[in-house]
């Protein structure tokens, strides 16, 4: 599923307050990667997204169509 901007920022903000709380990274990062990305959190979220293993979902309500 193709996420919009909007619900992207989310996921990846919610991750990364995960992640600044102690989680546990979803992707392999070497202590070169994490001192590259100076530990920020978000910028460990944005890897997990583009590697499609944030382990969020998200729900969207359908709209009916005026006939």
């Known amino acids: 599923m193709k996420h919009t901007k909007f619900e992207k920022a989310r996921l990846i ?11 546990p990274f979803l992707v392999e990062l070497k202590k070169e990667d994490l001192e590259k990305l100076k530990y920020n959190p978000v ?14 979902d998200v ?9």
């Open 43 to 56: 910028d460990i979220a944005k890897k997990e997204y583009d590697a499609g293993v944030i382990p969020l």
């Open 59 to 67: 729900k969207r309500q359908l709209r009916k169509r005026n006939a």
């Open 13 to 23: 903000g919610s991750r990364a307050l995960q992640l600044s709380q102690g989680a």
